[in-house]
């Protein structure tokens, strides 16, 4: 029997490591969540935004990873400057973990001084306007992102200059013990001593009344959120609408400014959206996925004076590869489901918002349709952070994480114009455009863009991007 203590061993052995396979084949269980750091914001708030929640059951392999998205998911509440996640406790023998949020809130409230330009980008302003100061607006941005620490966001705007604008907006993302509903409330109100009120070989025409106020614009809306999960969010939109303009543009420059010479338009829009959204910075993406679609009605039949039915859709991916690179491409289409002619201003395809076009900066194309496909292969060659040290009063904002990276932008456009294609001559073929970029990211979503691109003209040029994200 000189063996039974090494039978008993092996045995013993075999029986701790089935057990310790059926351990880690059932995973690690989240034991419990603690949360650091949060001056302001509701702990609830940073749990709603977590891809682990207490209770759940995590394979080994996973845990890592998921731990990594759930810190890229925080961050973009844009709420925080930092956030990171770590092992608080961890028990071997019932693989029971105890996780650790602590997070770095950010600075909150941004009353911001307006010095801006009222043309689409910098160099349409420095080179087709000729730099003209009057071309710029002045006043001031009130933001709060976190009134409550519920993520409820309150912004106001008065601004003068080329563009007399109020505007008011307040959204509340949780309505719900679930934090799945959420509403907005939205008003504002434009007036202009000019109007662009045609387009002719791609560029905005413009006229000017120096007594009064040539365009005016109101607008209110309602909306609701739905957000069943961390991805995924629908938005419903109700939108009063009224504009007037001189009759100097409809009856003497152009009737279908406002279709059929008038010089009035009340409409009702009611708007759909999807939106999915699983980037690590939704900002500036590095990796990560997301889709839109849109369904938007104009006229509603309540004053019968217009009708417009457009759809939207988009996807974006990013592939990072290795530390320093990453390759991203976009697509983006708009689809006039109502064929006829639409209002001027109604009429928008390139040249705006996220419809844009390395190395067509100087152009605007109308059409009712576009599609738009943009990839980008990009190289951060430096990361670091930058301390403001005593300079910066508010402690949040001392440390500035910057990022610097090159970009290799290539970009495919179609517009569709089936009307008014004679001063519309970018209309209805393949445009290319492409080049050359600097990018530094300041925080964690403001950007600051050099750009050497060219176009299919085989016209190039130096150009310059901001985006502040507030």
């Given at each position: 029997m000189p063996f039974r203590p090494a039978i008993l061993l092996l045995f013993g052995l075999g029986l701790c490591c089935a057990l310790w396979g059926r351990s880690a084949e059932g995973g690690v269980l989240i034991d419990?969540?603690?949360?650091?750091?949060?001056?302001?914001?509701?702990?609830?708030?940073?749990?709603?935004?977590?891809?682990?929640?207490?209770?759940?059951?995590?394979?080994l392999g996973e845990l890592s990873a998921r731990i990594s998205r759930c810190e890229e998911v925080i961050m973009n509440t844009g709420l925080f400057n930092r956030a990171k996640i770590t092992y608080k406790e961890w028990e071997g023998s019932t693989n029971r973990v105890h996780l650790l949020v602590t997070v770095e809130?950010?600075?909150?409230?941004?009353?911001?001084?307006?010095?801006?330009?009222?043309?689409?980008?910098?160099?349409?302003?420095?080179?087709?306007?000729?730099?003209?100061?009057?071309?710029?607006?002045?006043?001031?941005?009130?933001?709060?992102?976190?009134?409550?620490?519920?993520?409820?966001?309150?912004?106001?705007?008065?601004?003068?200059?080329?563009?007399?604008k109020y505007s008011l907006f307040y959204e509340?993302?949780?309505?719900?013990?679930?934090?799945?509903?959420?509403?907005?409330?939205?008003?504002?109100?434009?007036?202009?001593?000019?109007?662009?009120?045609?387009?002719?070989?791609?560029?905005?025409?413009?006229?000017?009344?120096?007594?009064?106020?040539?365009?005016?614009?109101?607008?209110?809306?309602?909306?609701?959120?739905?957000?069943?999960?961390?991805?995924?969010?629908?938005?419903?939109?109700?939108?009063?609408?009224?504009t007037r303009?001189?009759?100097?543009?409809?009856?003497?420059?152009?009737?279908?400014?406002?279709?059929?010479?008038?010089?009035?338009?009340?409409?009702?829009?009611?708007?759909?959206?999807?939106?999915?959204?699983?980037?690590?910075?939704?900002?500036y993406p590095w990796s990560g996925n997301f889709a839109f679609a849109a369904a938007v009605k104009d006229g509603l039949g309540v004053f019968?004076?217009?009708?417009?039915?457009?759809?939207?859709?988009?996807?974006?991916?990013?592939?990072?590869?290795?530390?320093?690179?990453?390759?991203?491409?976009?697509?983006?289409a708009k689809y006039s489901v109502i064929r006829s002619p639409q209002p001027y201003r109604e009429n928008r395809a390139l040249g705006f918002g996220n419809y844009t076009l390395h190395g067509w900066e100087y152009y605007i194309v109308d059409g009712l349709d576009l599609g738009l496909l943009k990839t980008a292969l990009r190289f951060r060659f430096w990361s670091f952070d930058f301390n403001f040290g005593k300079l910066m009063p508010m402690q949040a904002l001392r440390s500035m994480p910057v990022r610097l990276q090159l970009a290799l932008n290539n970009d495919l456009a179609f517009v569709n114009s089936p009307h008014n294609r004679a001063d519309n001559p970018f209309s209805n073929r393949l445009l290319w455009g492409g080049g050359l970029g600097l990018e530094a990211v300041f925080y964690y979503d403001k950007v600051v863009r050099i750009e050497y691109s060219l176009n299919d003209l085989l016209e190039k040029g130096l150009f310059l991007h901001f985006s502040m994200n507030i």
């Open positions: 419990e969540i603690s949360i650091s750091g949060n001056k302001r914001t509701k702990a609830a708030v940073i749990r709603r935004e977590m891809l682990i929640q207490e209770g759940d059951t995590i394979p809130e950010g600075w909150y409230i941004f009353p911001v001084p307006i010095f801006e330009l009222a043309d689409r980008n910098f160099n349409v302003w420095w080179v087709d306007q000729g730099r003209a100061l009057d071309r710029t607006n002045y006043g001031l941005h009130f933001a709060h992102i976190n009134v409550s620490g519920h993520r409820d966001k309150l912004k106001s705007t008065i601004k003068y200059g080329y563009t007399r509340r993302p949780y309505l719900n013990r679930s934090k799945t509903l959420g509403a907005w409330v939205d008003a504002g109100y434009w007036a202009n001593r000019e109007v662009n009120y045609a387009t002719r070989e791609g560029k905005q025409v413009f006229f000017r009344k120096e007594d009064g106020f040539l365009y005016r614009h109101f607008s209110g809306s309602l909306g609701l959120a739905y957000r069943p999960d961390i991805f995924g969010t629908h938005r419903l939109e109700l939108e009063y609408r009224d303009v001189g009759a100097e543009v409809t009856e003497e420059l152009n009737p279908d400014y406002l279709l059929e010479g008038r010089s009035r338009l009340r409409s009702f829009r009611l708007a759909y959206q999807y939106v999915y959204e699983n980037r690590d910075a939704a900002a019968g004076q217009r009708s417009g039915l457009t759809v939207y859709g988009g996807y974006g991916h990013y592939f990072p590869m290795g530390q320093r690179w990453s390759f991203g491409a976009e697509a983006r």
